[in-house]
């Protein structure tokens, strides 16, 4: 990987002059102070505004968050300190702090202190705890005081910058100076301590373009750093990395090496003046303020600096100090995966560069470091300098004790393990990055090269972007990931060796043809990765932890998306990964899966199963799923132990008997439903039907036993739907063994007085007066009295039915007639087809149509065996008493029928 230094805009918002920048420590906001006299807080990560409060019409120049208390406190043109809850949006807190602009704030990192520095040349010592009380003035500045910052590793204490052309160093006990730095030759507008606790400097931007380095033990100023073409607005030490960083009104960021001084990188986002900075300790993350908008940019990697050795040492750098951990000294009985491991690292001393890049030789004697433009090789254990030089990328390979270095003129380097030059190339095109491994690969703008190390001639061009490119240890497969996927390819060193020995110790000018094989393509963005054997074990940029054996590729964890991979363990069967903060977490990952996973993939059953003898029953379910997915069914249900799981595979193999027993075991409705299916599709009646009882498909029960023409299970379902209140189920039993006064009581059970009323009309003419009767009670019930009225019946309004006793007399040789019916066998049912289950009326063949009287209108015929009993507008006034019937009259009537 390059140590270049790499920088990201990753939010802009414009808006008018930010005169002022804050990074919420906790959450991802930034609080942006504007000239025109609003305050707005963002959410970086989505860009929205979430907060905006419209303070003053003049200039907001500074503002802090006071994460303690939830709040935002900004100082204004207007001489005013405001104090908001940023939760409620509540203003807590306005007073007149100065009597001039107020130019800077400071919060104090543990006490109930809040500094202000204004253009009246004081700054105030505020404490909310007692209501906002000044509790100190520190007088000594002879022009305006233009920024106020505590000290970090002395809180204390706090410096100042004025136009005065000082900056002076105060205690908060002291309302004068304990002493003054001099030398900038125009006003300070900025300052900022060193977090480190190496260094006992601050840094200054001043109106004369130049930005200084002060040691504040010896008062004297170290280094002065110039580049700015106008006044140096805003200073800062990035707080991961050995950087300063500078903002000024010729709109340029700059940004130098802490160590050397080196002009690292430049930057302008074209949004005019840098007026101010901001950081968070702990983050790349930094936020600037600019005429036209905010700005925040990540500045280097956001991933720790680490390696692993294949013995489990692990060393890790934490800025410059070196920290390493022996991972086999944690027992393993307190290792929970996901959590931190319980483990302090130990010091080894210190690096001479910022690491960027750390790792390990195959064999784990040496450790390189790569950092600045420079490389240092260490040994392992003593952390003594074996070799160093200048580079901009370096990698080892894979067990030769060979590495080769990346120079900035693009000039490669290799060394044997004497640390001696041995090749020297510099490709025709421009290399962004070097890999190491089995062959050296060297990266173009959207292609990789691979060379044999000792040749350095071309092996194979892969047109590929490549992101990493990682080797297993027997060289046979190698890992490229992509912008948005990976590759696995299988290395043939055999065709290579052939092609040497065949153009006598040379290769052709575009390599070996046969020098990979794209084995298979996988939608994944890969962070880091490591091979374990012929297993390829990852992280993704999504947050998860996967590991690929075969063709097939299984998640281990979820985790954070900034977790990177240090390596695997066999003998502890642990992956370790490693956040940003340098804490290690480890996940269970038994070699005894991998081993059996990998000899299924080779067809050998016989070593499978010698390695499942040492797997846990609680992992087999997951590999009973592997072995579905290469064919392995008839194994995957003897592995599986989950009884869903099992119960799929038994069904999938045709196993009813399995599957029923399973189903017996661990019922459910999904269960039986799944093995209704397969029965019936099997032809097997006796178990189709057990399966539906067991599953509660009433309908199907239906189907099965009208189809047999079994009368007496017809009875039992409508029983059985009626219990389980599925009323319209019910209704059809009943209505094909042709219990019509079953059917009539149904649909008065579920009030449906209409849909009763026009099946007593048609098939039960004596149940017309009871039907009637309650139709016209529930109406006065829902206040329909009206329409109440018109419901006639036989008996009440005997007129309207003429021939009535016909009717009574057929429904009485009509269910004789189905009882006859009924007897019969199925085969014979077709032959009766058209003598049962009709409409009475369709057996009145001399019958008049009959009238319905609307007392609010004039009357009008309608037929007997119409479906309507009662006239258009009486039907709409239905509709209406409908819309108004009760929540449970809405149920029945939606649901049940």
Known sequence: MPSKLEVSKTFEARSERVKCVDLHPNEPWILACLYDGSI????????????????????????????RKQWIVVGADDLQLRV???????????????????????????????????????????NWEKGWLNTMVFEGHSHYVMQVVFNSKDPNTFASASLDRTVKVWNISSSVPNFTLEGHEKGVNCLDYFSGADKPYLISGSDDRTVKVWDYQTKSCIQTLEGHAYNVSCVGFHPTMPLIMSGSEDGMIMMYNSSTYKLETSL????????SLSYVKGSNKVAFGF???????????????????????????????????????????????????????????????????????????????????????????????????????FVWDNGAGLYAILESNGRIRVFNKMFKEVKVMKPSYTVEEIFGGALLGVKGSDFVCFYDWNLLQIVRRVDINAKGVFWSDSSEFMAISGPEAFYILRYSRDAVMNAIETNRGQ???????DAFEVIQEYQDRVASGRWIGDCFLYTTTDGKLKYLVGSEVSTLAHIDSQLILLGYLPSENRAYLLDKECNIISYQLLVSVLEYKLAILRGDEKAADQFLEQIPPSERTKLAHFLESQGWLEKALDLATDPDYRCELAIKLRKLHVAVEIAKQFPSESKWRQITELALSSGDINLTEECMKESGDFSGLLSLYSGKGDIEGVNKVAQMAITSGKLNLAFLCFFLTGETQSCIDTLLKAKRYPEAALFARTYVPSEMTRVAQMWREHLKKEGNIRLSNLIADPVSHPHYFPEYDETLQLERETKSRISSRLQVPPQRWKEYEDDVFVPLSSLLNHMDKLRVTDDLAASTEASIGDDSLLRTDINTEWDTSETNASEEDNHLQNDEM
């Open 84 to 126: 908001y809850n940023y939760n409620t949006m509540e203003k807590l807190k306005t007073f007149e702090a100065h009597v001039d602009y107020i130019r800077s704030l400071a919060v104090h990192p543990s006490l109930p202190y809040v500094l202000s520095a204004s253009d009246d040349m004081l700054i105030k010592l505020w």
């Open 268 to 275: 302008n986002f074209g949004l005019e003046r840098v007026w």
């Open 507 to 513: 290769l052709g000018e575009d390599g070996v043809e």
């Open 40 to 67: 707005i807080v963002y959410e970086y990560n989505s860009g929205a505004v979430i907060k905006s409060f419209e303070t003053v019409e003049q200039p907001v120049r500074c503002g802090k968050f006071i994460v």
């Open 291 to 393: 005429d036209f908008g905010t700005v925040l940019a990540q500045v280097g990697k956001d991933r720790p600096v680490a390696s692993m050795d294949s013995s489990g040492r692990v060393v890790i750098a934490k800025h410059s100090e070196i920290l390493t951990v022996n991972l086999k000294s944690v027992d393993s009985m307190v290792i929970t995966d996901g959590e931190r491991l319980p483990i302090a690292p130990k010091d080894m001393g210190s690096c001479e560069v910022f690491p960027q890049v750390m790792s390990h030789s195959a064999n784990g004697r040496f450790v390189a470091v790569c950092g600045e433009g420079e490389y240092i090789i260490y040994t392992a254990l003593a952390w003594r300098n074996k070799a160093f030089g200048s580079a901009e990328s």
